[in-house]
């Protein structure tokens, strides 16, 4: 599929023969051996497999937080390895949105500027960024907690903050590493009907890694990985 | 960002205390030693000064070279007047300086001896205060006696009291010749002006010369060292550079301040070694900063935070730590500063006489001066900005996968 095709279309994410390789002591490991997948706007993705197999590593890729090996990874049609540090970094910036399994959210800014704090380096003015805050908090059930410190906050709730965080400024997609790894059930729920909620509502696309098979129950596909290669790639219609 | 830099220094309390601490103690004592350093030279000139000169001197170009009492200056007492009413002046001692020859009346024997004119109340802030009157009484206005050393006592063989007739040239072709009575004798720090050297009023000495209005050399003592260059130059528009030679202390006491470059010198060196105490400890807070914050930056890093701009954070973070300490150090410092610069702490011991033959104060004295606090400042935000090098350089290569999966502390130390 060529570039201008890619863009038009509703893929996103496409890899080309991704592979990442990490040298430990005289042995190679493989974390992901030529991975080909596409992700359309507005899907619900969990990239799942036993631990080793290359979740991370792949989400990783795909955000631009590691450099592969060998392949390609394109994001509406560009190759983002491509890039220059500062030009990825800001594609980061404007295109992907991060919720990570641990130290998601900034202790000493308020849970309000912590949503808006992407937004805030995206340059976007104040009351922009306050409406969108005061939406969002409102789609997460936490408008209560807008002045809040984080550690006055339950896991789950951070976590349903990072995610608000991380669509604040509407990214093309957001990648979640492991999201409910800490989570109790009744919170790892909550977060799940969030994120889903965002899904539908904002068309926002989510691809997150889990071993978690409460989540991997909501997931819309299932890519599974093991030893860095794709052995299955399931749909659900819900 | 200022914000946030503000803000970070409240997650980790202990360590911005820790590194406030650091730079607090760096400047305190810098501010404290480089006012010791600058309090003691100030006074050590000081007293010299009273003594050698002035911290500006004038005289006519042609007595500069010819040192003959016809090359002397006349000026009036209103030119005297209106150098003594410029900002910083603290004393104005105009004197006569010449040559006689002495003998006791009860002797054949003469010596040549210089004769300083001096007018005893300028010069209470000058010689006065460095003379150490052992016999006699210092001096009236108009008083016609003479006062010397011990040592020219003694090679004279006189006591107070007695008579010495003198005999000179006295002004354009005039005969200096009388009889002066000895009015004191005076402990002269200095052993060559001890041996060669009588002190007379400057009335006494004009009238004995015929020099009416006559001075050999003017001699400034300014309030401020920091300020002689001030008045010179205000005294440069009042004396013509083409009849008038005005020096100032540099240029008439070069052994002086060679002793001065090299206490500065080591001064600098002990100051130098302090830097570099703190300065290791500084970065040392920092690496194992940097260190914990490894997972924080690989977050912001990858949520879209540029490294420029973290960079940026953490440069305000350390400043603000830096200002702090500095502030803090300066505030503290002050009344210490102030108390010892008015109260010099004074010594005692062998080392004081010493140091008096020398005709230097002993006590420790302070300065209070603003580049005792700017030095500090410049200095402590110049090692904060080198140190900032390290966590920049890290951000900068820092490998954004590696760091997030190397996670230090608990969750709230992101």
Sequence with gaps: ?????????????????????????????????????????????????????????????????????????????????????????????????????????????????????????????REQRDARIAELLEVIGMTDRARSRPSTLSGGQKQRIAVARALASKPLFILADEPTANLDTAAAEKLLDTMLLLNEKEKITFLFSTHDPRVMNRARRLITLEDGRITKDETYVP | MIKLAWLNLHRNPHRALLTISSVFIAAFFSIIFGSVKNGILNSSADSILKFSGGHIEIRSINYSQTRSIDDIMQIDSATLNSISKLPYIKSVSPT???????????????????????????????????????????????????????????????????????????????????????????????????????????????????ADDCYSDIYIMSERLDKVDLIKSQIQSIFPADKYEIRDWKSTMEEYLFYFRFTDSVGLVILIFLYVLVGSNILGTVILMTKERR???????????????????????LIIVALLGVVMAALISLPIVYYFTNHPLPLYGEAVETLKKFSIYSGIYTSLEFKTYLEPFLIVLCISLAVIAYPVAVIQSLKVDEGLNKREGDEDNL
């Excluded at chain 2, 879209?304 to 954070?313: F, H, I, T, V, Y």
């Design chain 2, 96 to 210: 006569l300086q010449s040559y006689f020859l002495v003998s006791p009346s009860s002797t054949n024997s003469a010596k040549a001896v210089a004769v300083v004119g001096i007018d005893p109340d300028s010069e209470k802030d000058r010689i006065g205060t460095v003379l150490g009157m052992i016999e006699g009484e210092w001096f009236s206005k108009y008083d016609t006696g003479l006062i010397m050393g011990e040592n020219m006592k003694e090679q004279l063989g006189i006591e107070v009291g007695d008579t010495l007739a003198v005999m000179g040239l006295g002004y354009h072709g005039t005969s200096a010749v009388g009889l002066v009575p000895v009015q004191g004798v005076a402990r002269i720090p200095v052993s060559t002006i001890d041996k060669s050297r009588v002190f007379m009023t400057l009335s006494a000495t004009q009238e004995l010369f015929q």
């Design chain 2, 295 to 317: 997972f924080e930056f690989s977050v912001l890093v990858s949520i879209g935070m540029s490294r420029n701009k973290l960079s940026k954070c953490l440069f305000y973070e």
């Design chain 1, 1 to 125: 599929m060529n570039d201008l095709a890619e863009n038009n279309s509703s893929i996103i994410v496409r890899t080309e023969n991704l592979s990442k390789s990490f040298i430990n002591g005289k042995s190679e490991i493989k974390a992901a051996d030529c991975i080909n997948l596409s992700i359309s706007s507005g899907e619900f993705t969990a990239v799942v497999g036993p631990s080793g197999s290359g979740k991370t590593t792949l989400l990783n890729l795909i955000g631009g937080l590691t450099t592969p090996s060998s392949g390609k990874v394109f994001v509406k049609g560009k190759d983002i390895h491509l890039f220059t540090d500062k030009e990825l970094v800001n594609f980061r910036l404007h295109n992907i949105g991060f919720v990570f399994q641990f130290l998601n959210l900034i202790p000493v800014l308020t849970v309000e500027e912590n949503i808006g704090f992407i937004m805030e380096l995206q340059g976007v003015d």
